[in-house]
């Protein structure tokens, strides 16, 4: 109850909110694309990726965000450009690029005087702390990954569900898969302010895992995401307000459960519907 009128009162906790909101766009959005490609394992390679370029921008100064867009794009490409060209099995890709970028960011944090509070903020994220200029940048980051989605709409459809025809309907599959993994990288980019990178996975995937139960057409599954994805920040932030807990941990535990919830109440409704079928 004392969230509200704090929610009035101070600018952080609005800026919170509206961190949550822009978030869940861009999960919402591409966390379906995500848990629909069956690539979990994928984003989260790059997600671990993503510490080496920011310890290797803040040893030279430079922002961490940029470092983070960096190397979550570079990852994004050397993983499915390998695969498509030389036939390397993913999952060793994946493992290579994850342990490379992680070994790289403790490499040059280690050699950078000082501690990185703003690199720590992003390992375990801090949605308390996001910062006006944060916001535009999650906002333009927003813009960006709707409108190359919104432009290319068929052509991602058909690659995420049927690839072999995108390729006989003459549609670049490879160009169109190396666009969706980087759109995947900018979003991973997005959430990190929230969450950090050890927890980002589960931000961008279980909101649009819970919204396939209750939506049939891709855009549909999209827009209840996003839904389903501002009400658990923002009901994870009221929660881990008062008793003052990690908000986000506490998101992605209520994430979490909403989940289980969900998949417990299909499997009780189908196992009704499998009964009065036989009856």
């Known amino acids: 109850m004392d969230f509200l009128p704090a929610l009035l009162e101070y600018r952080f906790l609005q800026h919170a909110l509206l961190a949550g909101l822009l978030a869940s766009i861009g999960c919402g959005v591409m966390g379906t694309c995500v848990v629909v490609r069956r690539i979990g394992y994928l984003a989260g390679g790059i997600a671990h990726a993503v510490l080496g370029g920011m310890g290797v921008a803040y040893y030279f100064g430079a922002p961490p965000f940029a470092g983070a867009v960096v190397a979550a794009l570079l990852a994004a490409v050397l993983i499915g450009w390998?695969?498509?060209?030389?036939?390397?099995?993913?999952?060793?890709?994946?493992?290579?690029?994850?342990?490379?970028?992680?070994?790289?960011?403790?490499?040059?944090?280690?050699?950078?005087?000082?501690?990185?509070?703003?690199?720590?903020?992003?390992?375990?994220?801090?949605?308390?702390?996001?910062?006006?200029?944060?916001?535009?940048?999650?906002a333009a980051l927003d813009a960006l990954v709707v409108a190359l989605v919104v432009v290319f709409y068929k052509p991602?459809?058909?690659?995420?569900?049927?690839?072999?025809?995108?390729?006989?309907?003459?549609?670049?599959?490879?160009?169109?898969?190396?666009?969706?993994?980087?759109?995947?990288?900018?979003?991973?980019?997005?959430?990190?302010?929230?969450?950090?990178?050890?927890?980002?996975?589960?931000?961008?995937?279980?909101?649009?895992?819970?919204?396939?139960?209750?939506?049939?057409?891709?855009?549909?599954?999209?827009?209840?995401?996003?839904?389903?994805?501002?009400?658990?920040?923002?009901?994870?932030?009221?929660?881990?307000?008062?008793?003052?807990?990690?908000?986000?941990a506490t998101i992605v535990l209520l994430c979490g459960i909403c989940y289980m919830l969900t998949v417990a109440g299909a499997r009780i409704l189908a196992r009704r519907r499998s009964r009065r079928d036989t009856i």
């Open 82 to 138: 390998v695969n498509r060209r030389h036939g390397e099995q993913e999952d060793v890709l994946i493992g290579a690029v994850w342990s490379v970028g992680m070994a790289v960011g403790i490499l040059f944090i280690a050699r950078t005087p000082g501690y990185a509070t703003d690199l720590m903020s992003y390992l375990f994220g801090n949605i308390l702390l996001v910062e006006p200029r944060a916001l535009w940048l999650m």
């Open 156 to 248: 991602l459809l058909a690659v995420m569900f049927d690839e072999e025809f995108a390729l006989l309907r003459g549609v670049p599959a490879t160009f169109f898969y190396l666009l969706l993994l980087c759109m995947v990288a900018l979003t991973i980019v997005l959430l990190l302010p929230l969450v950090g990178i050890i927890l980002v996975l589960a931000l961008l995937t279980l909101p649009a895992a819970i919204a396939v139960h209750f939506a049939r057409s891709l855009g549909g599954i999209m827009a209840l995401a996003s839904g389903i994805g501002f009400v658990l920040t923002s009901s994870g932030l009221a929660l881990a307000y008062q008793p003052d807990l990690p908000p986000g």
